[in-house]
């Protein structure tokens, strides 16, 4: 079952209020696995919230990062499965990787909740037993049908989409979403691995756009994409159009002053949040965990990207 992003906010409102009054007792274990590593900005609000959902709720929560390496992935999962916690949250970052550590935490009785990234074939896919964030293929497919009819992007054009992991299921995903728009409407969409190095994506993105003179529009991928996207479209002295995904101070900067088109907010606190309050509730309580989409109506062009500025790194 999906839940809206309006019965999502009423929910976290709900939960906020009901544990407002004292923090519990720590009598629910939970680890929480990062699948890159805490130079990520992007994910301090994500952090922040499983931090306050694991107050509220009595959580003793321990927060593990990958360092995008699979095989140590892997080793976490089956670490904290191995030590008897309640629950796993985890950034499902692959649809193949994960399958056999997962499933055999679940087998154990453990609660595992994807976030961030999913299986792409969801539930079919993984045994986690709900997943917490955007819904990536439609949101890719909502920013590129939104781009061809804000900029006349028409069949036979060439639009470029670098892609900081090609093989993560969050580029598969988004960029299959952006594929999919520009596809229909008969645009070819050029990608390349850029990296999670912003410097070095920036030089990528900026060097293709040089070589690449046909190029109509630009889109960013990931946090690191979409934040160079800006610089690297000025680098290379050339004048299209920019739209991307996450929030940052950079991509917040850019959208304000019309270098960037918009960008995708996925609500990382509640990716945070949520999978710490369910399990916590599974728990105590015997409640399933349930989907949670946090990309829902998450479109920030100019007319709404400055109310989030004072949040970025915390709540947003």
Not at 26 to 55: H, R, W
Not at 177 to 206: C, F, H, S, W, Y
Request: with cysteine; net charge negative; hydrophobic share 45%.
């Amino acid at each position: 079952m999906k839940m809206t992003r309006l019965k999502a906010a009423a929910m976290a409102a709900g939960l906020a209020t009901m544990m407002a009054s004292t923090a519990l007792a720590a009598d629910v274990k939970a680890t929480m696995i990062i699948y890159l590593d805490p130079s990520v900005q992007f994910f301090n609000p994500v952090v922040k919230g499983a931090q306050d959902a694991a107050s509220q709720f009595g959580v003793d929560l321990d927060v593990q990062y990958a360092n995008n390496d699979p095989v140590r992935q892997n080793d976490l999962i089956e670490s904290a499965t191995a030590s008897g916690v309640d629950g796993i949250a985890v950034a499902i970052s692959s649809s193949d990787a994960f399958d056999e550590s997962i499933c055999a935490a679940t087998k154990a009785g453990i609660i595992v909740i994807g976030f961030n990234n999913d299986d792409l074939e969801g539930a079919k896919g993984n045994c986690r037993q709900a997943y917490v964030g955007m819904d990536e293929f439609a949101s890719g497919v909502e920013l590129g049908e939104r781009m061809i009819k804000e900029f006349g992007l028409k069949s036979g054009d060439v639009v470029f989409n670098p892609r900081e992991i090609p093989e993560a299921s969050f580029a598969v995903a988004r960029g299959g979403g952006i594929e999919k728009a520009m596809t229909d409407a008969g645009i070819k969409v050029e990608t390349v691995r850029a990296g999670l190095d912003p410097a070095e994506a920036q030089n990528i993105i900026a060097q293709f756009l040089i070589a690449n003179p046909n190029v109509k529009a630009l889109f960013g991928t990931g946090s690191v994409t979409s934040t160079v996207g800006a610089g690297a479209i000025k680098d290379a002295g050339v004048n299209i159009p920019f739209g991307g995904f996450d929030l940052a101070v950079e991509i917040v900067n850019a959208v304000e002053s019309g270098a960037m088109f918009a960008t995708m907010d996925q609500q990382p606190y509640l990716q945070g949040y949520y999978p710490i309050a369910q399990i916590a509730l599974a728990k105590k309580y015997g409640l399933t965990p349930t989907d949670v989409d946090t990309g829902q109506g998450a479109f920030l062009d100019k007319s709404r990207i400055s109310s989030v500025k004072p949040l970025i790194g915390s709540y947003r």
